[in-house]
């Protein structure tokens, strides 16, 4: 469970396709980042992928998934259309202006984009600031 105020368990899914280039390497420290956070849990595309009849229904089954690809090409909306697996929460990372090289060092300000891209898909609110007589981040307790 998050440490965060007024947060509640998550039951967020989060699948990175981890292409070999900057922006696959983002999604999968995305993940990472986001499932110690407590947003959600990484969960394996490559098990979707290979067809593994638990994973495909663990994603069908998923209360909310984000799904992240690294380019236009689509990799793991592939996987989910081959499994039948509804694409819900569905990001490119290039569609965030971030350009695609194959240098896999890692932009610090390009991660916290992608991760705020992933927080609003799945439906993240940041908690409310403190009000008079109120707990402390407002939420009454």
Same mark, same amino acid.
């Given at each position: 469970?998050?440490?965060?105020?007024?947060?509640?368990?998550?039951?967020?899914?989060?699948?990175?396709?981890?292409?070999?280039?900057?922006?696959?390497?983002?999604?999968?420290?995305?993940?990472?980042?986001?499932?110690?956070?407590?947003?959600?849990?990484?969960?394996? /595309? #490559?098990?979707?992928?290979?067809? *593994?009849?638990?994973?495909?229904?663990?994603? =069908?089954? +998923? %209360?909310?998934?984000?799904?992240?690809?690294?380019?236009?090409?689509?990799?793991?909306?592939?996987?989910?259309?081959?499994?039948?697996?509804?694409?819900?929460?569905?990001?490119?990372?290039?569609?965030?202006?971030?350009?695609?090289?194959?240098? /896999? #060092?890692?932009?610090?300000?390009? *991660?916290?984009?992608?991760?705020?891209?992933? =927080?609003? +898909? %799945?439906?993240?609110?940041?908690?409310?600031?403190?009000?008079?007589?109120?707990?402390?981040?407002?939420?009454?307790?």
């Amino acid at each position: 469970m998050s440490d965060t105020c007024c947060a509640t368990e998550s039951n967020v899914m989060l699948l990175a396709c981890s292409g070999a280039s900057n922006v696959g390497q983002l999604t999968n420290q995305a993940a990472v980042e986001l499932t110690r956070e407590g947003l959600g849990r990484m969960f394996c /595309l #490559a098990g979707i992928g290979g067809g *593994l009849s638990g994973f495909v229904q663990s994603a =069908r089954d +998923a %209360a909310t998934l984000v799904v992240m690809d690294g380019c236009e090409l689509g990799c793991a909306r592939a996987i989910f259309e081959r499994a039948e697996v509804p694409l819900k929460n569905y990001l490119v990372v290039t569609d965030l202006g971030i350009d695609k090289n194959h240098d /896999l #060092a890692l932009d610090r300000q390009s *991660l916290e984009t992608l991760k705020m891209a992933v =927080r609003r +898909a %799945a439906g993240w609110r940041p908690p409310r600031l403190a009000r008079p007589g109120g707990g402390s981040c407002g939420c009454g307790g």
